[in-house]
């Protein structure tokens, strides 16, 4: 039997844009993804945009007793800032005030620990649109103050914070890959857009220690180790780089205080270094994270370039590796991501190897599933193939615990299906099905399971 401590949380996540639902009376301002959408609707999978959600923000209430049947001992989401802040006068909206206020009461009376979580890829548009959104410094003075405000209206109940989530996200699917709007191809402002996220998180991490006394803030971040090809040299050094960027570039200011120097070398070479002061940094050295929150998928694998790159091309991350597709690796076939439990075990020992072994909890897991009610039969999703992943998964996470690493709990991806950004309702998540045509909520076999796993601490 695999069996985690007493008080080790069992629970989901979840973000403010993927659930709750607009609500045009309540005041909720346009994000980038409203904009996005009416710019270029056919990018959305089935042309499902971020107007349809669950609806959380009317029906949270009746949501809760689903967690609560789900064994959640935690739920993670984010707030929306377009929301509580929908404007520039910075005028808070109490529509909103009352909304989270009662739906994190409400998760608290029922023993759900809330994490919450200040921004998940969901910048208010007017910030956007004025400004650049994170390009610019003012957002990131703006981001402090909505910060701020969140903590002196809800840190009396909530006690777990996060400042993003997945900023590297943000960055390489806004300003690379243009995944995400703005949709721009610009390392320049990809590498300024990352240095101003971090600030922003160092800036509001030390606003938090002087508001709240009994409680605890960190970042959460995808991290995913980069295994070579092999031992050749020149594969290792592939997937250093590769490892730099996808998880150092937050990971090391973040918990460490500092940017890694080779991270830095690499920006110069290309003339792509932030704008950056030296009071900002030590900002960012002097207030590090108390905690992580951990989300984790699939690892990378890399190899080394096979060609030289062109030093006059346009900078990537992977000007400097190939992916590498891995003969025999393991696929989950309805998502056509790798399946790698392993990883798991081996982000914890990198943990409390390298970065102090730092209280962490893993912040989302889950196995994506297209087209998923063809697994239903007598009226329930028969998910065993998410039972068997969760399973997998924390047998790796309970071996790094025993060896030490400072793991606090198990967030899955998700509790009730939600909307995702350009695959809207394509890979289904949730431990409870959601039925787009009613909006009816239909536990999943895999919430079963989870609330016995909650009720053992273990399998
Ligand atoms: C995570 C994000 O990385 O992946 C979530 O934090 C997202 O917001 C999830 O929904 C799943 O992504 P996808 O593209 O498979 O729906």
């Given at each position: 039997m695999i069996k985690f401590p007493k008080d080790f949380y069992f629970g989901s996540s979840t973000s403010a844009e993927q659930s709750e639902g607009r609500f045009?009376?309540?005041?909720?301002a346009l994000t980038t993804w409203d904009k996005f959408y009416e710019v270029d609707k056919y990018k959305f999978y089935d042309l499902i945009g971020p107007s349809k959600t669950s609806s959380v923000y009317r029906r949270y209430k009746e949501d809760i007793d689903l967690y609560k049947k789900t064994g959640h001992s935690a739920f993670r989401t984010s707030i929306s800032w377009a929301r509580l802040?929908?404007?520039?006068?910075?005028?808070?909206n109490e529509k909103a005030v009352a909304f989270y206020k009662d739906y994190f009461t409400r998760l608290k009376e029922e023993n759900i620990e809330v994490m919450v979580n200040l921004?998940?890829?969901?910048?208010p548009l007017y910030l956007e649109e004025k400004y650049g959104g994170f390009v610019s410094k003012e957002v990131v003075y703006k981001y402090v103050e909505y910060a701020k405000t969140c903590f002196s209206l809800f840190s009396d109940i909530v006690k777990i914070w996060f400042t993003f989530n997945e900023p590297i996200v943000s960055v390489e699917c806004g300003?690379?890959?243009?995944?995400?709007?703005?949709?721009e191809v610009d390392a320049k402002k990809a590498t300024q857009v990352a240095y101003n996220m971090q600030l922003a998180s160092s800036m509001a991490t030390k606003e938090f220690h002087k508001i709240v006394k009994d409680g605890k803030i960190g970042i959460i971040l995808n991290l995913t180790p980069a295994y070579p090809r092999s031992n050749n040299k020149y594969d290792i050094k592939a997937a250093n780089i590769a490892e730099l960027f996808a998880s150092k570039s937050f990971l090391d200011p973040s918990v460490l205080g500092k940017y890694p120097d080779e991270l830095i070398n690499i920006c110069k070479k290309h003339d792509i270094l932030p704008e950056y002061t030296n009071d900002e940094l030590e900002i960012i050295e002097n207030n590090t994270v108390d905690i992580l929150g951990i989300n984790y998928y699939q690892p990378l694998r890399v190899s080394a370039k096979a060609n030289m790159p062109n030093p006059e091309a346009e900078f990537m991350p992977s000007y400097y590796y190939d992916p590498y597709i891995m003969p025999g690796r393991r696929i989950n076939k309805y998502r056509g991501w790798e399946i790698y439990p392993e990883g798991i075990y081996d982000i914890a020992m990198n943990i409390k190897k390298n970065y102090n072994n730092i209280p962490y909890i893993i912040s989302e897991n889950g196995m994506g599933v297209e087209d998923?009610?063809?697994?239903?039969k007598d009226g329930i999703i028969q998910d065993d193939y998410r039972i068997e992943f969760f399973k997998e998964h924390l047998e790796y996470l309970h071996k790094g615990i025993k060896e030490g690493s400072n793991c606090f709990g198990y967030l899955v991806w998700t509790g009730i299906d939600c909307w995702s950004w350009l695959n809207s309702y394509k890979n289904r998540y949730g431990l409870i099905e959601l039925d787009l045509e009613t909006s009816n909520r239909i536990i999943k076999k895999s919430g079963y399971w989870f609330n016995e796993l909650n009720k053992n601490k273990g399998f």
């Open positions: 045009e009376g309540d005041k909720k802040i929908p404007d520039e006068s910075g005028i808070v921004f998940h890829f969901d910048m300003y690379l890959l243009q995944y995400h709007y703005p949709m998923e009610k063809r697994f239903k």
